[in-house]
């Protein structure tokens, strides 16, 4: 089917045609056929590169040349950049009515409790689940404007963590906008027609794929696939690096995903010695690029590390580096400047990052209730589909590793003939459905308890399960709300203020009640006993405890047992392990807001940096939680600590003492250079000013000296002889 013959306006197919893209894939023209365009719900279960996103353009498109409004629901912070990015190459196309101007693209990611009312001037907008879902509980007055819902992995429904949001979410927008239509985008998973059914949505079911990809597990020296086998030279004693060795041999790159972050970074070590030997002058140059990024980008030793194996043309990819080298390794990796990444399992869950050879040298994955534990067949084929780079590569191959004939026989039919297990909704228990039940109730879509069980009757859980059962649970969240006055009423429902705040604020429930509990009671608020009444929300993620801390940390307690607001009886042991978890994250953000230095921090508590900052992302949106909540139980509470939880906020956000707060909110100027200028004497915006740029170029270097004077309001106007020097005597202040 070709681009042109379709129903679209002259600008969207020229766009496409100037992009190369003339035909459609085959799953793009069933669901051409199955009515994208005439506005029908659709879901796409196709493998990755086969040309979804296309397909959601495509409806988006056409929504919008008819005065519609696109939201495009995705899992992760990460995969809305990308999104946001290859929407805003639409700003040439023009298909508004009666508008001459391209298509306007917004992205929101950040804070909960915000309506950013600004976006509603865009086309498109781009949004994580959990802030669609803040949007809605915001009442944001766009959200109705909406006609296309696109919701990328909508397999995630059957995810613990997320599964619940996305489900009450797109509830709720089929509620209130319900001649809207939705595009949902999967993996290919078991029961893509039960969710199809679910979204009233025509179903495109496809194994089809661009690059067509051969699976296949190595043993005995070979890969073996069906009817075939690729002799791999036995060059080094490791199986994987000789597997990579001749996929570089044969151009191509490697993606290796490993089942933990050490073995991430070992295997990247490991395999830097044997791939550096294989690089050209030219790719070398490149790296030595990168390497200088990366060190200009890291505080940590981590940095160090990635730095020497990004210069043999190696990278190791996971969930503790920093968004900085994030990037600089994926990019590093699409322009195939570093030839192998490899990964835990967080790359293969959305970036579009294609390769080669895929190798997944583990098969197995740390459960923290059963230890190691064999990955669903559904991850698997995530990361097997990630072989193969449309139109670059000719194939793409897949290799598990074996190390036995009968665990190859195993591994042929547990994963690679074998089809991807079904999605379960995870809506049903307690600590699901508490919030969203709130939210249900503030938002207005269930006023009483039958109209909740109305509201129920539309999720997916109901489309798969019987009813009746959830109704003990919900019962039990009822009450809850009840027992903390967050809700009032038997027959009507109704809100209280604190629910109502609770809701907004886009936190747990039994986070709003542990903390409305704590700030009534704390007597002598200092910063660890703050932190720790965070650290304690269900809202918070924990830090591990190991068995030989419990000691240290029962020494910090002791010592500051006046500031905690409650500590568990050493009897009750689990109680007393688990509060002592919560107190080592409490003290980890201490460290950051004491500006002790993230290489310190990471060490001491087996992090990476990373971590630490989605940490203190996490910390921040809760501390500012608990200061509104402050806020509206002041009278109830015996200590006002309200100017307390607003500092810590800004110090979270920071990562900065008090003193510091007013140099750092400065934009451009980081805690340590703030640190700098303080400990020089200069405190204030004021002494800036008078310290003068030569000064303060000394201290913090000409670049960011500049950017500063610019941010206070003075403009400079520079025209120094020697590139990078600045002289104070052309500086003329507005
Ligand atoms: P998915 O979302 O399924 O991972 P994308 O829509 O991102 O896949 O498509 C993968 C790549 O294939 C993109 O570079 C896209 O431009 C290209 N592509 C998609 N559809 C076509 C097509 N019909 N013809 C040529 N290239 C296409």
Redo the contacts with the bound molecule.
Sequence with gaps: MKIESLDLPDDVIRFYLDSG?E???PP?AEAIEKGLIEGNNLLAA?P???????LAELAMLKAISKGGKALYIVPLRALASEKFDRFRSFSSVSVKPGENRGLRVGISTGDFESRDEWLGSNDIIVATSEKTDSLLRNETSWMQEITTIVVDEVHLLDSANRGPTLEVTLTKLMKLNPNCQIIALSATVGNAYEVADWLKAKLVLSEWR?TSLREGVYYGGNINFHGSQKLIDPRTNDDAVNILLDTLEEGGQCLVFESSRKNSVSFAKRAGAKVSETLDKLTRNALDELVEQIIENGETEAANELAKCVRNGTAFHHAGLNSAHRRIVEDGFRSNKIKVISSTPTLAAGL?LPARRVIIRSYRRYDPNYGMQPIPVLDYKQMAGRAGR?HLDPYGESVLIAKSYDEMAGLFDNYIDSDAEDIWSKLGSENALRTHILSTIVNGFATTRDGLLEFIEATFFAHQNDTWGIMDVVDECLDFLRDNKMLEGDEALLPTALGRLVSTLYIDPLSGAYMVDGLKKIKNPTTIGLLHLICKTPDMRQLYLRSNESEIINDIVMAHSDEFVEIPPRSKEMEYEWFLAEVKTALLLQDWVDEKPLDPITEKFNVGEGDVHAFADIAEWLMHSMSRLAGLIAPEMSTDVSNQTALLEKRIHYGASPELIELVSIRGIGRVRARKLYDNGIKTTDSIKEAGLERVSELIGPKTALKLFNEIGLHLDIRSEEPGKVNSQTMSSL
């Design positions: 893209i035909e459609l894939y793009q196709i990755t590169a086969s040309g979804k996103t296309l661009p579009n449309p």
